[in-house]
């Protein structure tokens, strides 16, 4: 029986104000809220996760470990006000990206749910009690391929609608 239970956030336009194909800190801004969102995760003992498409890496624009970097800021700032990720998914892939390594029609670019089926594996999550939280209609249908509760996010404070996420799945 899985044991733990989860909510997945898309990144660029949930978590961060979206900007085109995001990879540089300097252009990093949080949406309202994102922070207290990941904090009110980690106090009810929910895995936060990151579940984010990533084809600028298939493009040529940015590479994997410049999103690394990224990403390991993005919990150096949430550890400064007591929050963190427990873990980070995407998909580098892209059918006709501009660089062949991933150039893939792979099972992980949402809404194809390979990414969420993959963390629920990893981490031994009940899909009962997982959410995936984000402001594209392809994060709401990857958590239904998943079989788990989908959230559009569509815009303001991230923090009510994680909160009623975290209360619609029992955690
Ligand atoms: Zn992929």
Redesign the pocket.
């Known amino acids: 029986m899985a044991s733990k239970s989860a909510v997945f956030f898309d990144r660029d336009g949930t978590l961060n104000v979206d900007v085109h194909f995001l990879h540089e800190i300097e252009k990093f801004r949080w949406v309202e809220g994102a922070v207290d969102a990941v904090r009110a995760v980690n106090a009810r003992g929910a895995l936060a996760i990151v579940i984010t498409n990533q084809s600028g890496i298939a493009r040529g624009y940015y590479t994997e470990e410049e999103m690394y970097r990224l990403h390991e800021w993005m919990n150096e700032e949430l550890q400064k006000h007591g929050a963190h990720i427990d873990a980070f998914y995407y998909?580098?892939?892209l059918t006709d990206g501009a660089v062949e390594a991933y150039r893939?029609d792979?099972d992980?670019?949402k809404p194809k749910p390979?990414m969420l089926l993959r963390a629920m594996k990893e981490h031994d999550i009940d899909p009962a009690r997982a959410v995936m939280i984000g402001d594209a209609a392809r994060d709401v249908e990857c958590a239904e391929r998943a079989g788990i509760r989908g959230t559009l996010y569509a815009g303001g404070s991230l923090l009510p609608v994680t909160l009623e996420a975290l209360d619609s799945c029992g955690i």
């Open positions: 998909c580098p892939h893939e792979c992980c670019r390979g």
